[in-house]
């Protein structure tokens, strides 16, 4: 069976002293692409390094994660740290001569969770309407993070030209994941399917060529401890149930999706 994990952070610290041997069961699981997800100046630099190592199981996609970007200090530990707000255009400088090694832009997008103050969430929309359009101007993917946003995040895009967009762990309800299925955006379903209802809605609402699979490695473990991108198994496990499908059938339609998506 084809499996990917089209989101995880091998950056972070829980990889670093046994990232071959997390790899490895990934592939005797028959794990044969993984993204790994930057979210900030430093992180996109590591991101690029283990794909470079890796590849070609190992893809970065690098990202401008909205807190990062204000300069907010950390919602989570365990990745390097954004010292101060991130430069957009420094970055999107960067990016752009990485192009031809990246599969996508992201994780970017917006998150009310963390960012609570109105002058904040409106500077986190600016800087996210510039990086839709510098995604559109580059042509790739976006990976889009709307944590207590969603329904912002979406019609943001729905206002663009963008057509390639996933949605990262995607939490909005019925509504708003109604109307990103009417715009043909992708939904990335995490390993946590297994434990949480609310991603087994979104499966059983939106078509099979709208489905991706992730792990958001090391956080939202199906199981106990840490979470790797081996553990793709289980949303392509619950999907199949959902859908009544084989678990190939779906494992087959995911990587469809995801050559489709990220080339």
């Given at each position: ?34 993204i ?29 994660y ?24 420094s ?89 990103a ?16 209802q ?31 991108p ?34």
């Amino acid at each position: 069976m084809i499996l990917v994990d089209d989101h995880c952070h091998l950056t972070h610290e829980l990889y670093k002293n046994d990232l071959d041997q997390v790899l490895e069961r990934a592939r005797k699981a028959g794990v044969v692409a993984i993204i790994c997800s930057g979210v900030n100046v430093p992180t996109n630099r590591e991101a690029l390094e283990i794909a470079k190592k890796y590849t070609p199981l190992v893809r970065a996609s690098l990202g401008i994660y909205p807190v990062d970007a204000l300069g907010i200090p950390a919602d989570e530990s365990g990745l390097s740290r954004q010292e101060g707000p991130i430069d957009l255009d420094s970055e999107f400088d960067f990016i752009k001569k990485n192009k031809h090694d990246i599969a996508a832009i992201g994780e970017v997008g917006l998150d009310s969770h963390w960012v609570k103050d109105p002058e904040l969430q409106k500077k986190q929309r600016e800087n996210f309407a510039r990086v839709i359009q510098f995604a559109e101007d580059i042509k790739k993917p976006l990976v889009v993070h709307t944590r207590d946003a969603e329904s912002d995040a979406v019609e943001m895009l729905a206002s663009s030209s963008v057509k390639n967009v996933v949605l990262h762990c995607f939490t909005g309800r019925k509504s708003v994941v109604k109307r990103a299925i009417d715009l043909g955006y992708y939904f990335s379903i995490p390993a946590i399917i297994e434990k949480l209802q609310h991603f087994k809605m979104i499966a059983e609402m939106a078509s099979i060529n709208q489905l991706l699979s992730e792990t958001d490695g090391p956080w939202l473990s199906p199981i106990s401890g840490r979470n790797e991108p081996a553990n793709v198994l289980y949303t392509v496990r619950n999907i199949a149930k959902v859908k009544g499908f084989t678990e190939e059938e779906v494992a087959n339609n995911i990587w469809l999706n995801f050559q489709r998506v990220f080339g």
